[in-house]
């Protein structure tokens, strides 16, 4: 071990203890996966094996506001209701990954699973601009063959074996497997700025070699994170979350995007996922009957904040998970149906509710729905608004989508809303820190229903 890896073990133990430290707080959720202090983003390693939901994620543990060590935090669930946190899976403590367990996935094997991460490393040496130079990423491997302990860190590519026209931002291995053996898709900037994926082709899940690299004909964004691969329906599905897209009235309305391409590579045939204030680098999986998407209620780099729930010593939850199926060429999202086991009571008019489902339909015209006397939402001809009133939004503003609605399923869990256009045709998810949580409509039929929590335990072992 070196003298680095000696330190950086000390500080994964130290930031161990802080993690069963759960603290109580106003805005915490009551049936989102949230961490249980410090910072979460992106789901990683999503799988389904021996009856059993993996659900890891990126994790600061020591900070609120995302910074210290950024591991793999991980939960685990037979039904998607009844969660259990196990703590941190990997840390990032080697010199291939000193400054990062990054985003990954993972691969559903005869015995157990096996993880793909990209191990960064930033030399802080002398002055890099961390694009051209100064950065690592390391395609690493990790095999569990139990689902609950983890073997050693094996470096499968590192940054000398990349294609030239790549500058140093390659990452987020999304491994799968096909008919022939592995398949693993990278997400990169290509030199020129230009966002690209790689795809590698393997036998036996460790030796990878490049088939090809995909781009758009014209540029679309300097760098492509998170990808993901999959075929429903017959139907190639290319997902990527894209940077550097410019902004159009109904598309790209956040600093950066996340979608997937439906046939030929091109902006046109770009896809966003939702088109709230919170929603970035999702990944999906296949359970064995339906494949499933878990987002990151979060977005880097933005304007507005969440300084309510910093304060509370933690940021950022993910998405409920949403099943996908494909129609005519596009995806739909709904939220699983193990939900409908959450519903509770209906809500009487006029009482408030921090934890509920609402139904809208009856959509006329020029309806209005007000969540929380914060969130407004417009229902207009040829589009939905969702806009703030007030400073529930933390610098939040307005998000539009070119749709009619003729029906909204809307997830209120304190502090994050989800709401499911047309059963899931259109998602809009942010963050609200409202003071009450009231419900009126206007020009449309709602029902109101509690929803009850997730059951969550914390179960820590020292690793
Ligand atoms: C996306 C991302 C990934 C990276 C991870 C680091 O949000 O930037 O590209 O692996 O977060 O936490």
Redesign the pocket.
Known sequence: MTEKETELRIRAAKAQENIGKTQKGRYRCKYHLMPPTGWL??PNGLCKVNGVYHVFF?YAPEGADGSGM?SWGHYVSKDLLCWKFLGVAIYPDSDTDAD?A??GSAVPEDEGFSLYY?G?VKHKDKKYDYISDGRESNTTLIRSKDGFSFGEKKILLKTSDYPENFTRHI??PKVYKTEKGYEMVL?GRMKGDQGAVLFYESQDGEKFTLREVKTTREKFGYMW??PDFFEMNGTKFLCV?PQGVGEEKYRFQNVYSSGYFSGELKKENFYEWDFGFDF??PQTFFDGERRILFG?VGM?DVPYDNQPTVKEGWQHTLTLPRVLTEKEGRIIQSPAEELKKLRGEEIAKGQECECCEILLDEISESAKAVICDALEIEFKANETVFSFRSDAGRGRTVRRTDIRAENVRIFLDVSVCEAYINGGERVFTTRLYPERYTLEVFGCRAKRYAMRPYTVEIEIKDN
């Open positions: 983003n992106d990126q950024r990062g990054y985003s990209t960064n990452r987020d997400g994170e998170c979350s970035y680098a990151w880097p």
